[in-house]
């Protein structure tokens, strides 16, 4: 008897539960967001999916988009691991109802969502971070963007970076995945081209304790210096120490990957004006110190990361196109995008949602000065955008310069 | 180079043999494959980070604490979950064990997070040794004595006192062990104490050779199932005995073949273990 008044109680809640959901919560606008939480790019994950967070305030606070709908944001950790961000995007895709994406943060991650879930479901994904040339050959239908420049060019910028240190040769070390690779490719071709010699190419495994054995293939033909390519806590970290502890390499190039002041601790001494390469700003309105302003408002200080900044950008452009299309359909989000942005069009600054929803109102183009700069797809959906080189000093991370595409 | 190989070697193949050992007497005594046993050398080495790092206690009572702290973990385990799995078929206890492994490495990931952490901040120069032929850091050498001091103290556990000869004896045969009156219950207990304190050791050094992730033992699971299945399953000798032989030519084998198939190196020793002679090196015939 009092078991089936639970079981009737608890009918009776459930009934209530759906009757209540579907009879007042006003319909939310969904965009997905794969960030990573765990695994190599753990230290970015968080920091750029506050970069999205921010977006999404914005834009609420400023009414909303598509007359009044709330932006939701909802996030699944890829543990930058191909498998899980497939089965992640997927979730979003099927359970969630998006068809907006913001991620991967991985090129190795981004390009199996891309190919296995994204573009059959004629869902559009814009990638924040992954730099991998791979993506712009991608057979897409033009469902897939991103808001940094391709690696080709940081792979080029690196190659030159090294010939002006005047290193003759140079062991370099890649990420067994898509950004490794294609980034290695990038800057052997660059270099060589410069004169260079590259004496060794090694690809590492994510993960593993010990990479002295990989170290010592490197160091063989005593190269001047080692061009690290990887992230910092599934091997570049390790790398580095056991490197300097061995003895096996005293200068460094890094890539945008390890641009985390956690590479320096302990280590400072030894690196000390070590250069690295990574995707910055493009020159161009005021996005990023208004970026850095709202950011710091809201979450704290901002880290000398990468891609916090593009995340942001991704989800607010998104917004644009949902709000040009007047729709949340994955075809019409994709026409907008190409159509919405345009260099000679009226400014919006990345605090300026409301402005951006009169001019897409009034028909007009929107010049969005985004927070890493004016954003603009071309015909591939790469952002256009410039490679900044940093240097350490006194174990901090300081930007130097700025190449521009 | 080959001398630097080896070393590199003696040294993984310790770490990995202190593993190994209590890996090996679960499976004799338990007759199962206790798959948390990776994650348990993981929770040892975040105990010991617990200690040094947080607490600011110096790093012998750190690695003291957490040892004891493991091997309490080890013996709750059993309590709550391998115990009253017993009297079912072993594969259910081995499952179970794989969701105490997601369970234990989670919780590592909750308390401690997912970045690298680091007993010290600041790297170690190695001593070099015959005019850079050898180079070894000190860190390396605590290592090393420690892992020997270690597996001598197991030895004359096991040899000399009335609980080591009874673990042995269960080892053999549980039935004829039972009969000559050994308190099974008791012996499981201890069982679980020694390689609950191998375990942490084997993590801490590991941590204290390289760094800390919540994944480090799960990665080596492999090598300490291959150590253990190659010096014969439920021999103790056996598995210090393979845990260096797994971590010698898992490290040798980077002058033949690519270092990024290291792994692969201790797998492929396993299956052909498993293939010539399935009861291991020192194992008694199955």
């Given amino acids: ?405 | 180079m080959v001398l630097q190989l080896f070393l590199n070697g003696v040294i993984l193949g310790s770490i990995i043999a202190l593993g190994a050992i209590g890996l090996s007497l679960i499976y004799g005594i338990l007759k199962f494959g206790h798959f948390a046993h990776g994650d348990l050398m993981t929770l040892g080495a975040y105990f010991a980070f617990l200690f040094k790092v947080q607490l600011g206690l110096p790093f012998w009572l750190a690695f003291v604490l957490a040892a004891a702290l493991t091997a309490g973990t080890a013996i709750l385990l059993n309590l709550i979950l391998y115990r009253h799995l017993k009297k079912r078929d072993s594969v259910i206890v081995m499952i179970s064990s794989v969701g105490a492994a997601l369970i234990i490495r989670n919780l590592v990931l909750l308390f401690w997070g997912p970045q690298n952490q680091f007993y010290v901040k600041a790297i170690q120069m190695p001593l070099v040794l015959g005019d850079g032929l050898l180079r070894i850091k000190e860190n390396q050498i605590i290592i090393l004595v420690l892992a020997l001091a270690l597996v001598i103290a197991v030895h004359l556990f096991l040899s000399k006192t009335k609980m080591g000869k009874a673990m042995r004896a269960m080892s053999d045969n549980i039935d004829l062990a039972q009969i000559t009156g050994i308190n099974t219950e008791r012996v499981i207990i201890w069982t679980w104490a020694m390689s609950g304190v191998l375990t942490a050791a084997a993590g801490i050094l590991l941590a204290f050779d390289t760094h800390l992730t919540p994944v480090m033992g799960w990665n080596l699971l492999l090598p300490l199932f291959a150590a253990a299945i190659l010096g014969g399953i439920g021999s103790p000798y056996g598995a210090m005995f393979g845990g260096l032989v797994i971590g010698i030519s898992q490290e040798m084998s980077t002058l033949i073949i690519s270092a990024a198939y290291k792994p692969a190196v201790a797998f492929t020793i396993m299956i052909l273990m498993l293939i010539i002679r399935p009861s291991g090196l020192m194992g008694k015939k199955v």
């Avoid at chain 1, 765990?38 to 994950?45: E, H």
């Avoid at chain 1, 709000?323 to 009226?346: C, F, W, Y």
């Fill in chain 1, 1 to 405: 008897m009092f078991k089936k008044k639970i079981l009737i109680t608890m009918l009776v809640l459930l009934f209530l539960s759906l009757t209540v959901s579907g009879a007042f919560a006003q319909e939310t606008v969904k965009i997905g967001t794969l960030m990573p939480l765990t695994g190599g790019l753990a230290s970015y994950g968080q920091f750029t999916r506050n970069g999205t967070l921010l977006a999404q305030k914005i834009i609420n606070e400023q009414g909303g988009l598509l007359g009044g709908r709330e932006l939701e944001l909802v996030n699944v950790d890829t543990q930058t691991n191909p498998q899980a961000g497939v089965d992640g995007a997927k979730k979003l895709v099927s359970i969630n109802g998006v068809n907006a994406i913001v991620g991967a943060l991985s090129s190795g991650v981004t390009i199996p969502v891309a190919e296995s879930v994204t573009v059959p479901g004629e869902v559009v994904l814009i990638s924040p971070a992954s730099t991998s040339p791979v993506l712009t050959t991608l057979e897409d239908n033009g469902y897939v963007f991103r808001t940094v420049p391709s690696d080709s060019l940081q792979g080029k910028v690196a190659g030159n970076l090294a010939a002006d240190l005047n290193y003759d040769s140079l062991a370099v070390i890649y990420v067994n995945n898509d950004y490794g690779q294609g980034l290695n490719d990038a800057v052997i071709e660059q270099f060589e081209k410069r004169g260079g010699e590259v004496t060794a190419s090694i690809a590492f495994e994510p993960n593993k304790v010990s990479y002295r054995s990989e170290l010592m293939d490197a160091a063989e033909e005593n190269p001047d210096a080692l061009l690290l390519i990887a992230y910092t806590d599934d091997g570049g970290i390790t790398i580095i120490r056991q490197a300097l502890e061995n003895g096996y390499f005293k200068e460094f190039i890094f890539t945008d990957g390890l641009k985390a002041p956690e590479i320096t601790e302990g280590v400072e001494q030894y690196l000390e004006g070590m250069y690295g390469t990574a995707p910055t700003a493009m020159p161009g309105g005021q996005g990023p110190e208004l970026f850095t302003e709202l950011y710091e408002e809201e979450f704290g200080e901002i880290p000398p990361k990468p891609y916090i900044d593009t995340s942001f950008d991704a989800t607010f452009v998104l917004a644009l196109a949902m709000q040009k299309a007047g729709s949340t359909e994955g075809p019409a989000i994709r026409d907008a995008l190409n159509e919405v942005l345009s260099e000679d069009g009226t400014v919006v600054n990345i605090n300026e949602w409301n402005k951006a929803k009169d001019l897409i109102e009034a028909g007009q183009k929107i010049r969005y000065e985004g927070a890493s700069g004016p954003v603009l797809f071309n015909d591939v959906g790469d952002s256009m955008g410039a490679i900044g080189i940093w240097k350490i000093e006194n174990g901090n991370i300081v930007d130097e310069r700025l190449e521009v595409q």
